[in-house]
């Protein structure tokens, strides 16, 4: 048994180009006073386990931002063919013997701790599901994810800019739970500068 055997680390993808904020970087945008993504990265580092980060390679203003965090920092060189391609740099980064993995995005700002925790317990509370998957409280699927390991080889075939969600799609009921999560936390992505205006506005953040 490998040290890594059991664990489930976390691995967020940010290593898009964020084409729709019109130059701005939406990963270090501020979020009461912080980068979101440096508040994800904290948020994956408070569950006790490995995180990765899927990052454009450097010199990049992101390596800089979490430089002083016990994460580490992997360089996906082809990141424009898509999420897809991101994820599968991070699955082929992730340790032997590794259980299964958490897969967030780093530009949900209602997914903190709080929700990683709730997905990660529905991995022992719900043991015979293949993918664990938050969504919102009426039920649409969105993020996190959390994958067993015994997906592994199929998320190695997976291409363009739609992540895990055609092999989500093609599971089993029974292996596939959805998680509710507060509100529409799930799903409420922050795009456009006019997302951030709105998001902030209505959250005082």
């Not at 059991?6 to 964020?18: F, T």
């Not at 390596?63 to 994460?71: E, I, K, R, S, T």
């Not at 700002?109 to 925790?117: K, N, Q």
Request: no cysteine; aromatic share 2%.
């Amino acid at each position: 048994m490998t040290a890594a055997a059991g664990l489930v680390p976390v691995v967020i993808l940010a290593a898009g180009q964020s084409r729709r904020m019109r130059g701005r970087d939406k990963l270090l945008e501020p979020l009461g006073g912080v980068a979101i993504l440096r508040r994800q990265a904290e948020a994956a580092l408070s569950l006790g386990v490995p995180v990765i980060v899927a990052l454009p390679p450097a010199p990049h203003p992101r390596h800089d931002l979490l430089a002083d965090l016990p994460v580490e920092r992997l360089e996906v060189a082809d990141a424009v063919e898509g999420l897809s391609h991101s994820l599968r740099a991070a699955i082929a980064a992730l340790p032997e013997g590794t259980a299964g993995v958490m897969v967030m995005l780093g530009d949900l700002p209602g997914i903190g701790a709080p929700e990683l925790a709730t997905v990660l317990r529905a991995r022992q509370n719900v043991p015979d599901a293949q993918a664990w998957q938050g969504a919102t409280e009426d039920g649409a699927p969105g993020h996190p994810i959390l994958l067993s390991s015994a997906l592994f080889p199929q998320l190695a075939d997976l291409t363009g800019d739609v992540g895990a969600g055609p092999l989500l799609r093609r599971l089993p009921e029974d292996a596939r739970h959805l998680v509710p999560l507060p509100g529409l936390r799930a799903r409420h992505d922050l795009d456009t500068p006019e997302d951030w205006d709105t998001y902030r506005a209505a959250t005082g953040l």
